[in-house]
Every structure is written in C-alpha cells, then in structure tokens.
C-alpha cells in the first residue's frame, strides 16, 4: 500500500472491518496478497458493539477446530470465539472484542473513521472517495454488513416507531405495555427481554414464524430462540404476559400525543401508549454500490457464482450477509465465510500469485472455500425434524 498525505493506493481495498470484511482479509493474506487496506467509518466490529447490551449470537460458539470443525462464529480456520471468551452465546461486545484480537494478532492494516462516500470505476482501476481523501485500488471487495441501514421506512409511519437496532438496553425503556411488529429473530429476542424486565407484550407477525419448521434457520426461529422461549413460556405469570398476533401485517403508524396507532392490512386499529417497536430487519446492505449490480426478478442482486463478483462492474466483490446463490441466504457468519477463501483466491489469481491453491488449503479443508453452492440450496435434514415441538404461547389472536 503506497500512501503520500491524503491520497493512498493499493491492491485491494476493503470496506468494512466486520465479520465479512476482516474474514477476506485475512484469507487473502493467507493466499500471499500483501498489499491490501480495510477501511471502516467507525471501529471494528462496530456493529456488534451497537447491539442491545443483553443481546447474544444465536449461532453457538464451540472450540471443535482441532477436529475440523471450526467454530461457527470464527472467521478463519484457526481461531475461536468460545476459546477468546469461554462463552457459547457472544454478546456483541465480545464478539467485537474477538474481532479486535484477530485484527492485532495477524496486523491486519485496518484504517477506522475512513467512511467511503463514492466508488467509481475508471479503465483499470478504482476511485474511492472517502472522508479521508480518494483512496484507488485494483480491486474492491464491498462488506459494508446491514446494521446500519435498518428498513425503517417500510410503510407510511414507519419512522414513528423505535427500530430495534437503535435499542442500547431493553431494561431502560419505559412504560409497561409495548407492541413490537415482527415475528422474527429480532421481533422474539425483543419480546423475551421485555417480558424479562416485567413488562408486557403485543408481538405483531406476518405470518407465524414461531410455527414453521423450515430446515434454514435463515427462515425460521433458531433452536437458541425456541429454548428462550419455550423456558419462558413455562412460568405462567410470564406467559400471560405475551400475546401473540399472527397473519397480522402493519401497514400504518399515525402518532398523537402520548400515543400511536398502528393499522393492520384491514385497517383494524391497534393503539398503544408506548412507542411501539419495528423489528422487521435491514435493508440490503449495497447502499451506494447498489447501482453496480445487476438484479434478478425478484429484486435480489445478482453475484457471479465464480467468485461473488459483481456481474456488471470487474474487480468490485461481495462479502456479507446480502450473499445469494439459487435462492439460498447467505446471512449467517457461518454461511458467507464459506466464500472467503472463493474470493481471495480469485483476486490472488488476478494479482498473478503463485501457489494460491496450496496456501489456502486450510481454507478448503475447513470449509471457508465451498464452490458447491447446491449445498446451501439443500439444507433439508436427512430425518424429519420432530414437530410440532412449537412452544405454546399464552394467547394468540386472528386466525
Ligand atoms: C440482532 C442480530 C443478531 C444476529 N445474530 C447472528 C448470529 O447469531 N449468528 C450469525 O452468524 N449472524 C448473526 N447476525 C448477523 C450478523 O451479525 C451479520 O451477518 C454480520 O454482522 C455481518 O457482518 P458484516 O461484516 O457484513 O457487517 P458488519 O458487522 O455490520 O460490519 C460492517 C462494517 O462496515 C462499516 N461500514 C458501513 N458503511 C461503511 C462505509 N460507507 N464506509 C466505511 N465503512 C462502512 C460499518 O461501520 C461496520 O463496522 C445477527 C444480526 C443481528 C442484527
């Protein structure tokens, strides 16, 4: 990397020093690139360290790498967060904690507080702008996470409500009654600790995420969501204090003083006296790369299968949690590092590197190098899960 005062080039330039940015990184070192910069507009890892205090992973952490089977949550075939933190379930910060250790461990050339403003591509190379100055690179590996772009503008009042991600503590909001709109991870998470702090619940669902027993925990509830729950649900005096509203989509918000009124897709009005709360998730986390994509009917962007390029603009990669192949989402730290090692070998081949193939072998060996996608388009359990194993929850209303 060459840098004279306020403008800086290199081989490879990474936005994003999460999870998804910092695991390229380091497959890309790995793969004998030694010329690369990662650049983030805050710190590392900045997302987890924004989570809600009592959040946790959901995706259980366990020291298996000796055996070839890595740690869910690690980013490289070596390292472990249940090893770093002797936790099963992070919390953010010492998720981010995690990402720190691994970023001073293996120098890592991480620049924070360089937030990118514009990406465009001249005849062979990048031009970045950003808070610091233009930044131009060969390559382009976009891992910008979602965290920051809540979909908090989804319907008309949607602004009204309190977007989960915006929560530093459930414990500090007041009032007693809330209603949270979404049936998912984010939704239930919010719920359980609300009902936790002595509170009560209106939880608001499209469908019945709770019922359904798709074989993705990328579309349903996780099993570390199932046991909260269902151990929540075996005290009573909790239990009535958690209602269920399925089939129910909001479609409105309208504030007054003191008060909202949330409308459902019948214009059936729900009021509360407390801000209700959206969990309802991101948007996709292209932001303003978005336009260098190409996209498939259903709006989803389009990656090539070779090495998660861009179908439409040469040398700009993707790496996160927006990653789809055949239909299948890549959203879990333990699904998109699967393409870690595609994407460094890629660019190293671009870069004329020799040997790529047995650098990254451990990279291959321990699944962070899967060029099968039919795999994560498959992930149906030989035996049938065991249903209905729904907890029961206090009441549920509209059929
Ligand atoms: C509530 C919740 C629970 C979750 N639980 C799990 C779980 O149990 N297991 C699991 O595997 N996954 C889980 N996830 C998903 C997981 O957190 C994300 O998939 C992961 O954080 C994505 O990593 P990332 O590196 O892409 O993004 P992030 O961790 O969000 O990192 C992106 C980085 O990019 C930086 N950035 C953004 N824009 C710019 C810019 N313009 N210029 C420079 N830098 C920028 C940000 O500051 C940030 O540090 C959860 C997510 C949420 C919200």
């Known amino acids: 990397m060459k840098s004279n005062q306020s403008i800086t080039q290199t081989k490879v330039l990474i936005v994003g020093a999460g999870p998804a940015g910092l695991g390229v990184a380091?497959?890309?070192?790995?793969?004998?690139?030694?010329?690369?910069?990662?650049?983030?507009?805050?710190?590392?890892?900045?997302?987890?360290?924004?989570?809600p205090r009592s959040m946790s992973l959901l995706t259980p952490s366990f020291f298996s790498n000796s055996f070839g089977l890595t740690d869910l949550n690690s980013i490289d075939p070596n390292t472990s967060p249940a090893d770093f933190l002797h936790t099963q379930h992070p919390k953010g910060q010492g998720y981010a904690d995690y990402?720190?250790?691994?970023?001073?461990h293996?120098?890592?050339?991480?620049?924070?507080?360089?937030?990118?403003?514009?990406?465009?591509?001249?005849?062979?190379?990048?031009?970045?702008?950003?808070?610091?100055?233009?930044?131009?690179?060969?390559?382009?590996?976009?891992?910008?996470?979602?965290?920051?772009?809540?979909r908090d503008r989804e319907f008309p009042g949607a602004h009204h409500a309190l977007h989960s991600s915006k929560v530093e503590?459930?414990?500090?909001?007041?009032?007693?009654?809330?209603?949270?709109?979404?049936?998912?991870?984010?939704?239930?998470?919010?719920?359980?600790?609300?009902?936790?702090?002595?509170?009560?619940?209106?939880?608001?669902?499209?469908?019945?995420?709770?019922?359904?027993?798709?074989?993705?925990?990328?579309?349903?509830?996780?099993?570390?969501?199932?046991?909260?729950?269902?151990?929540?649900?075996k005290s009573p005096e909790k239990a009535q204090r958690l209602e269920f509203t399925k089939n129910t989509s909001i479609k409105n918000?309208?504030?007054?003083?003191?008060?909202?009124?949330l409308r459902d897709q019948d214009d059936v009005p729900i009021a509360t006296k407390t801000r209700p709360i959206l969990a309802n998730g991101f948007e996709s986390g292209l932001g303003l790369v978005s336009s260098h994509f190409d996209y498939d009917?259903?709006?989803?962007?389009?990656?090539?299968?070779?090495?998660?390029?861009?179908?439409?603009?040469?040398?700009?990669?993707?790496?996160?949690?927006?990653?789809?192949?055949?239909?299948?989402?890549?959203?879990f730290i333990y699904k998109f590092r699967a393409r870690f090692g595609v994407i460094a070998a890629e660019i190293a081949r671009r870069l004329d590197l020799p040997d790529i193939e047995e650098k990254l072998e451990p990279y291959a060996k321990a699944g962070?190098?899967?060029?099968?996608?039919d795999c994560c388009s498959n992930c149906a359990c030989a035996v049938e899960s065991a249903a209905p194993d729904t907890p029961e929850p206090a009441s549920f209303t509209k059929a």
């Open 99 to 104: 990402l720190d250790a691994i970023v001073g």
């Open 26 to 51: 380091l497959a890309l070192k790995q793969a004998g690139v030694t010329e690369q910069l990662i650049v983030d507009a805050r710190e590392v890892g900045a997302a987890f360290r924004a989570w």
């Open 106 to 150: 293996f120098e890592l050339p991480v620049r924070t507080g360089v937030s990118v403003t514009a990406l465009k591509k001249e005849i062979s190379h990048f031009c970045v702008e950003t808070s610091q100055g233009p930044i131009y690179a060969d390559h382009v590996v976009w891992a910008v996470g979602q965290f920051f772009h809540p």
């Open 253 to 261: 918000i309208e504030a007054g003083e003191g008060f909202w009124v």
């Open 368 to 373: 962070f190098m899967n060029t099968d996608l």
């Open 169 to 233: 503590d459930w414990a500090e909001l007041e009032g007693d009654a809330f209603t949270v709109i979404g049936g998912y991870e984010s939704g239930i998470d919010a719920a359980l600790n609300l009902v936790q702090n002595g509170k009560s619940v209106r939880l608001i669902s499209r469908g019945e995420p709770w019922a359904s027993n798709h074989p993705d925990p990328s579309r349903s509830l996780s099993p570390r969501t199932f046991d909260r729950l269902r151990e929540l649900l």
């Open 297 to 331: 009917e259903n709006n989803l962007p389009i990656f090539s299968e070779e090495a998660d390029e861009s179908t439409l603009t040469t040398g700009l990669f993707y790496s996160g949690p927006a990653l789809v192949h055949r239909n299948a989402l890549f959203c």
